[in-house]
């Protein structure tokens, strides 16, 4: 009869390593100290990805996310698998979850197995966009700007129902509360107020830390609670829109930059 250990191990990121004959990896959490993306290859196969901005290797004061659980999502690495951890940095990465040790002729658990053969095609992964104001303009009121947009192939399913992340730069003064609202669309139905005179437009720029720390927001913004899905060939744009009622500067010889990054769940059909 299999057992199950506690597999919490730190590994170096772009070094091959490979599973023994009798033992495999459940990974149900991981984090980095990678400020890039972080891809997880298991025999050939990429598989989900990570950044160390929202999955770091610890949950400290600076950044109060740690580890990304993975929840139903796990990543699976069989017996006699080779993987690596891809990144275009170097750096560590940290995998939390089962190490199954495997009794004389058992072979992997049948759930186990079955994740296995689609965790190429369903996994966690994130997206992220951004835009600048050239020529060291101004950010009038009333004006938004599409920071990011998404259009999945037919194939592809897009579901956001986790971290969400915004953050704007190079303002001539630091932003508050009431000055930046973000704007979610699908095929340009906005998720969000009508009218100005229900109330500032957009989820408010503050809500969603884009490292929750001591120094800014502890709680992350999280659509756990309300998923937005996007299917193959529609529409997802996200709008960061001026709030304040007067324009916002750019601090001396800069140029405004607004950016976007949110957790998806990426579905692909076979």
């Known amino acids: ?18 599973t023994e004959r009798d033992r495999y990896y459940v990974i149900k959490k991981i984090g980095t100290n ?22 770091p290797l610890h949950k400290t004061t600076s950044n109060f996310l740690g580890p990304l659980d993975l929840g139903l999502k796990t990543i699976i690495i069989p017996p006699e698998r080779k993987f690596v951890f891809e990144s275009a940095t170097a750096g560590k990465v940290r995998i939390i979850g089962d190490l199954v040790v495997l009794a004389p002729g058992e072979g992997i658990f049948g759930e186990h197995l079955s994740r296995f053969g689609i965790q190429d095609r369903d996994y966690i992964t994130y997206v992220e966009g951004s835009f600048t104001i050239g020529g060291g303009a101004s950010w009038p009121a009333g004006i938004e700007f599409t920071v990011f947009s998404l259009t999945p192939p037919i194939i592809e399913e897009y ?13 001539s003064a630091p932003l508050s509360e009431g000055q930046v609202g973000v704007r979610f669309f699908l095929n340009d139905i906005p998720f969000d107020i009508l009218s100005a005179d229900a109330g500032p437009f957009g989820i408010d720029l503050l809500s969603m830390p884009w490292i929750p720390a001591g120094t800014t927001e502890l709680t992350p913004f999280s659509l756990e609670n309300y998923p937005i899905v996007v299917p193959g060939g529609h529409i997802f744009t996200v709008k960061f829109v001026n709030i304040s009622g007067a324009a916002i500067a750019p601090a001396t010889g800069q140029n405004i930059i607004m950016q976007f990054r949110a957790i998806a769940h990426l579905i692909r059909k076979a």
């Open 34 to 55: 990678i400020a890039d993306a972080v891809i997880p290859r298991i025999a050939g196969t990429p598989t989900t990805k990570i950044h160390g901005d929202f999955a």
């Open 159 to 171: 579901i956001f129902k986790s971290y969400v992340f915004a953050r704007v730069l190079n303002t």
């Open 1 to 18: 009869m299999a057992k199950i250990y506690p597999l919490d191990k730190v590994l170096s990121a772009n070094v091959t390593y490979e």
